[in-house]
């Protein structure tokens, strides 16, 4: 098995992916703990917790589950997380694992970087999507006034991902999934992009997976290897994503996923670089593929004014223009700041377009 | 003026003790901040809060008032703190100031620790007890069941310590701060710890007070760099406190003061230590200072075990007998496990011993 190494500024720790580690965790314990908390949400428990726990039968081991979606990163549920490790006599030398997606990643490692100040922390992600979050040290819960503002960066002791869990995924969730993996690729590898251009999600074999996101995860940990604190490189993983997290907030939670309004979020990326840049990306390629792997393409009628308006209330913005990442070619991004003048026009003709389907 | 300067793993800040300071804050900020959140409790808000702000005219600032006392380290308070920084529109360069004691330096650095995963912090001590606090990066929240279990290490980006607004300080609230300015000195500086016990806390000049911080601040920060995470060396700094924070537990937050209650826990790890390592301390020298300083050392009738169930809950203990550190001579502290049984009989005759009052 190939073993990537990502490197924190305050530790280097492994990613493991491969078929089946969830029967064998005990093996890639980094470290000696004194106790194990798994944190899961109610349907991967019932997938996959019995076969994590047998994996670690030689150690004390308790669990604890937490509400699937979003709601599970709630003040409330973070402090429900704290009273069970403090009644399981959790210690300094004990350890927290993140058994599922990205919520329960970012619930549970904010509970790691915040019980007795910090304690060990291993990420087991179930989803394709949650190959992003887990890399990169970020873990946060939501203010009822925004997502992700109450957080910290605490990077796990490891990383171990058995995507052989990934075959319980919906469609829903693979296509969310390859979104963040299309956009490292536009990110830094023309290569891998076009490899994933000629991809159908519905026959993926087991060793594209782990190789599409150990590819992915690479890159992603790359660039938080030159900047894990967001000062500079890593704003460009947020490609697709101004428009992505405006589309989420506007649609809701759960009715579309991340990365099916993130899809959208690349292709208004390109569009808005081939305008600014006075260039061509593969804006036609990214569509037909999006369309053909059964990405949802059509929104709703939504005002472009409101859709300023929630960028503007992306937390990235530190002044009144809204910074976007743009793409002078595949592997290119740069930051740049766009008025809202511009903006609005942009949207208008980007809604236009996907309104017509000019497929 | 000295500027102590102390060094994190993540940032070497500096530390300013002198008169007036609270006046000038702008001139000691050691960045750019695009707005400035100061907390500080109902206490301190009422001397000093217009000092700062107008020391600050040149910013946007804001305020945000906390209860007094130990209260205020609730996750309420936290997320309240975040309310405001969010409905004042802090951004990632934004600065949370804290204005008071160790109460609200750990609650607001906690909020500022992780507040969009960690923004601009400093500390402004109003109390000589917090000398110990603002230095060294430790801040956190209370669980209902235990102090401090929800927390970071978050080094500030400078303390700026006035040591004007210690002159509002109660008598009670002075001998708090001197006894962990005396366990200092017995830790690491056999002269300071002579020179404190010539000392009468009645007749403090501003001069004495400013060495007497420095010198206390420069121990604690020798020792934090050495072992910010508290794995080894940073242990020596519970010197005292072992039956202090047990004494703390069961005699109400609040009644006695944090420093009177390790006043006497100083005097209990003497004690043992003189049985352990067959030497003799200072104890006669230490018990007639905090006498004549009105220390209160008679405690009310406890039982010895109901002592030690509460040591055992300490959340530095990590297996079943207690850890206390103790001292081979003035300046030469150690890591020791003392067993329950000998820890009985140590408290009793220690309880003996201050029921008598032998002088």
Request: aromatic share 8%; with cysteine; net charge negative.
């Amino acid at each position: 098995m190939d073993v990537l190494k990502v490197q924190a500024s305050a530790k280097t720790y492994p990613v493991y992916v491969e078929e089946n580690l969830r029967h064998h965790v005990s093996r890639f314990l980094p470290s000696e703990y004194t106790a194990i908390l798994i944190i899961t949400d109610e349907h991967v428990s019932n997938c996959y917790l019995e076969d994590v726990k047998q994996g670690l039968s030689d150690h004390r081991v308790y669990t604890h589950i937490i509400p699937a979606g979003e709601k599970a990163k709630s003040i409330d549920i973070f402090y429900e997380i704290h009273t069970k490790a403090i009644t399981c006599g959790l210690d300094r030398q004990s350890l927290i694992i993140a058994l599922g997606g990205g919520v329960v990643g970012d619930a549970a490692g904010f509970a790691a970087a915040t019980f007795m100040r910090g304690v060990g922390f291993i990420q087991m992600p179930t989803t394709i999507l949650a190959h992003d979050s887990s890399v990169g040290g970020k873990v946060a819960i939501n203010h009822e006034q925004g997502k992700n503002l109450i957080g910290s960066f605490y990077p796990p002791d490891a990383v171990i991902y058995d995507i052989q869990t990934l075959h319980t995924l919906s469609k829903q969730e693979v296509r969310s999934g390859y979104a963040e993996l299309v956009k490292e690729a536009l990110l830094a590898d023309a290569n891998f992009f076009q490899e994933l251009m000629s991809q159908r999600l519905s026959s993926l074999t087991n060793r594209q997976l782990a190789e599409h996101l150990t590819k992915g995860i690479r890159i992603k940990s790359t660039i938080v290897e030159q900047d894990e604190r967001e000062s500079s490189v890593r704003k460009f993983l947020n490609l697709g994503h101004t428009l992505g997290h405006a589309l989420e907030a506007m649609l809701g939670y759960g009715k579309w996923t991340h990365g099916e309004l993130v899809g959208i979020g690349l292709l208004f990326a390109m569009r808005v670089s081939e305008k600014e840049y006075a260039t061509v990306l593969p804006f036609e390629k990214l569509y037909t593929w999006l369309k053909d792997n059964g990405y949802p393409l059509k929104l709703p009628v939504l005002d472009p004014h409101d859709i300023l308006a929630k960028m503007k209330l992306d937390k990235k913005a530190f002044n009144a223009a809204v910074q976007m990442v743009l793409l002078k070619d595949a592997g290119q991004p740069e930051m740049a700041e766009v008025s809202d003048a511009e903006l609005l026009d942009f949207l208008e003709s980007f809604l236009e377009e996907l309104a017509q389907d000019y497929h």
